[in-house]
T-cell receptor, first 113, second 112 residues
């Protein structure tokens, strides 16, 4: 069964550094998403992406964040200058046209020190 | 705007007892409803989903949920829980798949 993959599984970075989290969505999917979950809290929507542009973003997704689909398979989330409060689990998800269920990846745990 | 309310933050229950985890949602459009389970330090696993059709939905691990449109609820139930069901459970709502809104989660703690 096809699945969403994410790399790395755990990323440790220093405050102020740039990080790129990578996702490979399911191959025929057209809609892509990032969510985050701060430890012990709920999963929060960050951004949705379709047709090479952002379709919706939350108030969390400020200028420090950006997303990109650099090629036909990867979907990335970049945080330009990480802060301590960016420490969280980041989940990528994808879906296809007309399919309300999103398929989630296993997550990347980001630790900012 | 959509929202999800999980009425219980923690639910302790004895092994082999029944359990119900409550979820209410609000939405101005047709919704799709989901329950996810998250074990410690792991990702999200889909338990079950309501997209359309029968309001009683059966999922994995013996869980089921009932969609009640008039009460805007989607409560999760299991007739007999196991120690291995101890986890965090998230109710979620989605409209046409543009984003999924999650509830705050309910921690199910199954005691021996």
């Amino acid at each position: 069964e096809p699945e969403v993959t994410q790399t790395p599984s755990h990323q440790v970075t220093q405050m102020g550094q740039e990080v790129i989290l990578r996702c490979v969505p399911i191959s025929n999917h057209l809609y892509f998403y990032w969510y985050r979950q701060i430890l012990g809290q709920k999963v929060e929507f960050l951004v949705s992406f379709y047709n090479n542009e952002i379709s919706e973003k939350s108030e969390i997704f400020d200028d420090q964040f950006s997303v990109e689909r650099p090629d036909g398979s990867n979907f990335t989330l970049k945080i330009r200058s990480t802060k301590l409060e960016d420490s969280a689990m980041y989940f990528c998800a994808s879906t296809t046209t007309g399919e309300p269920e999103q398929y989630f990846g296993p997550g990347t745990r980001l630790t900012v020190t | 705007a959509q929202s999800v309310t999980q009425l219980d933050s923690q639910v302790p229950v004895f092994e082999e007892a029944p359990v119900e985890l409550r979820c209410n949602y609000s939405s101005s459009v047709s919704v799709y409803l989901f329950w996810y389970v998250q074990y410690p330090n792991q990702g999200l696993q889909l338990l079950l989903k309501y997209l359309s059709g029968s309001t009683l939905v059966k999922g994995i691990n013996g869980f089921e949920a009932e969609f009640n449109k008039s009460q805007t609820s989607f409560h999760l139930r299991k007739p007999s829980v196991h120690i291995s069901d101890t986890a965090e459970y998230f109710c979620a709502v989605s409209d046409q798949g543009f984003k999924t809104i999650f509830g705050a989660g309910t921690r199910l703690f199954v005691k021996a």
